[in-house]
T-cell receptor, first 116, second 114 residues
């Protein structure tokens, strides 16, 4: 069964460094998302992406964050200058479209980011 | 503010028991509601999605119900097994979002004892 994949599974970085988290959504999906979960807290929406542009972003998604779909398969989240509070599990999700029958979002296994 | 709340935060039951997990949401104008399972340190596995026009959805031993008017959903697990031990998350797509973003509850951590 097709699944969303994410790399790396774990990343440790120094504060102020740039990180790029990578995701390969399910191939026929059109809507892409990034969420994060700080340890012990709720899963939080970061950004949604459709038709090669951001369709919605949360307050968390400030100028330090960017997303890109550089080719037909990858979807990336870049954090330009990491902060300690960016330490979290980052989940990528995708779905086919927004119609009633195709609403299920499929999540990847996550990338655990630790900022030291 | 559109929020999702899950009670209880944790639940421990003996194997074989039927159980109910609760989810409440603050705004009845939801588009759909999705239940996920999360194993420790892992990703989210979708269990059931229930549309705003539906009252319930079933998959195997799982049954999810939705009552928009009261702002509640329940996930019923029949004949629980140790393998059901995990955190169960409820997530809502509100009608005001045309991008499909989900708002999550904090989860209920279930332990099923053999």
């Amino acid at each position: 069964e097709p699944e969303v994949t994410q790399t790396p599974s774990h990343q440790v970085t120094q504060m102020g460094q740039e990180v790029i988290l990578r995701c390969v959504p399910i191939s026929n999906h059109l809507y892409f998302y990034w969420y994060r979960q700080i340890l012990g807290q709720k899963v939080e929406f970061l950004v949604s992406f459709y038709n090669n542009e951001i369709s919605e972003k949360s307050e968390i998604f400030d100028d330090q964050f960017s997303v890109e779909r550089p080719d037909g398969s990858n979807f990336t989240l870049k954090i330009r200058s990491t902060k300690l509070e960016d330490s979290a599990m980052y989940f990528c999700a995708s779905k086919v479209q927004l119609t009633t029958r195709q609403e299920t979002q499929y999540f990847g296994p996550g990338t655990r980011l630790l900022v030291l | 503010k559109q929020e999702v709340t899950q009670i209880p935060a944790a639940l421990s039951v003996p194997e074989g028991e039927n159980l109910v997990l609760n989810c409440s949401f603050t705004d009845s104008a939801i588009y759909n509601l999705q239940w996920f399972r999360q194993d420790p340190g892992k990703g989210l596995t979708s269990l059931l999605l229930i549309q705003s026009s539906q009252r319930e959805q079933t998959s195997g031993r799982l049954n999810a119900s939705l009552d928009k008017s009261s702002g509640r959903s329940t996930l019923y697990i029949a004949a629980s097994q140790p393998g059901d031990s995990a955190t169960y998350l409820c997530a809502v797509r509100y009608g005001s979002s045309n991008t499909g973003k989900l708002i999550f509850g904090q989860g209920t951590t279930l332990q099923v004892k053999p």
